[in-house]
């Protein structure tokens, strides 16, 4: 083959559209309606709303229109269209009337990957409003059992107990969407892990480890966004184990995978917004863990380390260390419930906080950034709850004026925070 044929295919195959085309719609039993529409392989899919008149919109890049879209339906949905413009295919889904609405998710099937987007009509509503969705990745899993500690103590484990500590506040906290990457000791790949965040429309992507190093003296939590060059010789260290791992990783890359690498080659501008929107949401969670009296930090600004997981294009994503578990002071906080849910805290926080710095239009959170509203759950009282957010007793009883009643699950707490 010679090299003009050879560039020339190459071309080609990064220029390569994406056939979309109408799949289905239909209603639920809680009477939502669910848009769904059939790729070939999964999307960098771009979702907002507008108001005035109300619509969704759903830029699909890398795409073209197998024929055109132009479905009319019942209330609240007025119209389904769609077009295709320099590569990108544009859904747009007029509305009667604004809607609660779910970024748009996309599942794996034996017809292709299958896009969809959920509304649900509600009343009174001056906007169409949306949950922001966290992925939460616990490192390693499986056969990957991560550092190990005094007494046997698993990093693996002990990133899935503060992860699924986060996922209970995310999951109770109105206007958050949790989604666990890993749920029990599974073996995920690192192709799967940030695939998964890309599929389920994640908004920001949080990976949670507790790694070790050879000398037991070195303690203490960071926080890391992507680079190609390491900022410290831990992050350097960790870049290396990391590195053994994903060679393999990158050669099982699904044809309907989403191809994060050439995607950053196309989008730099994009790629680039993500990176500067990392590092404002690892400085806001570690500003939180810095609050923390029991964790002590292992270096006072965010760190740079080539970890795959973070590579999204356009996924804002971090690497929470919550310690060094080979360090028998940081494996014994860890080990405890309490050390984990002060570090599960610290990253809501940091997530809150950055979402109030760097708000995202029609969503729950941005409409009262200042006020979070929690159901109270099986289990609770008071001062969990004043810890899980970082506030006194006191502020919860004045703002929800419960003075000595009790409280009870279904209950709906304000939080000022």
């Known amino acids: 083959m010679n ?3 050879f560039l020339s295919l190459s071309f080609f195959s990064f220029i390569q559209s994406n056939e979309l085309s109408f799949y289905d719609i239909k209603e639920k039993n809680d009477k939502s309606v669910e848009i769904s529409f059939l790729l070939e392989r999964v999307a960098l899919v771009k979702s907002y709303s507008l108001d005035n008149p ?21 209330f609240p949905i007025k119209k389904i269209r769609a077009s295709s413009e320099k590569n990108i295919s544009r859904i747009v889904i007029d509305l009667y009337e604004n809607v609660y609405w779910e970024k748009p998710y996309q599942i794996q099937t034996k017809e292709g990957v299958i896009l969809s987007i959920i509304t649900k009509k509600s009343r009174n509503l001056s906007t169409n409003l949306r949950n922001i969705v966290i992925a939460i990745d616990a490192g390693h899993g499986g056969k990957y059992p991560g550092a190990v500690g005094p007494n046997n103590i698993l990093e693996k484990d002990v990133t899935l107990l503060i992860a699924k500590e986060l996922e209970r506040t995310l999951r109770d906290t109105v206007g958050y969407e949790p989604i666990m990457i890993r749920t029990d000791d599974q073996t995920i790949d690192l192709n799967t892990r940030y695939q998964e ?76 917004k993500k990176i500067n929107q990392s590092k404002v949401l690892g400085t806001k969670v570690l500003d939180q863990l810095k609050r923390d009296p029991y964790t002590k930090i292992h270096k006072k600004n965010v760190e740079y380390a080539d970890f795959r997981v973070l590579k ?51 969503t729950i959170i941005s409409q009262n950034p200042d006020t979070v509203i929690y159901e109270i759950q099986p289990g609770d009282v008071l001062s969990e709850i004043a810890i899980r957010f970082g506030v006194s007793i006191s502020s919860i009883t004045e703002l929800n004026k419960l003075e000595q009643k009790p409280i009870y699950p279904g209950q709906i707490l304000k939080i000022n925070i």
């Open 3 to 5: 090299r003009f044929l």
């Open 197 to 272: 965040a890309r599929k389920k429309g994640a908004d920001a992507f949080i990976s949670i480890h507790a790694d070790g190093f050879r000398l037991e003296s070195v303690k203490g939590a960071s926080v890391f966004i992507w680079s190609d060059e390491a900022s410290s010789t831990i992050a350097r260290n960790l870049s290396e184990k990391q590195r053994k791992r994903i060679q393999a990783d990158i050669k099982n890359l699904k044809p309907t995978d989403f191809d994060e690498d050439q995607a950053r080659t196309n989008y730099p501008k994009m790629y680039e």
């Open 54 to 74: 109300s619509r969704l919109v759903l830029d699909v890049y890398d795409s073209d229109l197998k024929n055109l879209i132009d479905e009319p339906y019942n």
């Open 312 to 362: 999204s294009i356009d996924i804002p994503s971090i690497l929470v260390e919550s310690g060094f578990i080979t360090n028998p002071e940081d494996a014994a906080r860890l080990k405890g419930k309490a050390g984990r849910r002060m570090i599960a805290r610290s990253i809501f926080l940091g997530l809150h906080n950055y979402f109030k710095e760097i708000p995202l239009p029609n």
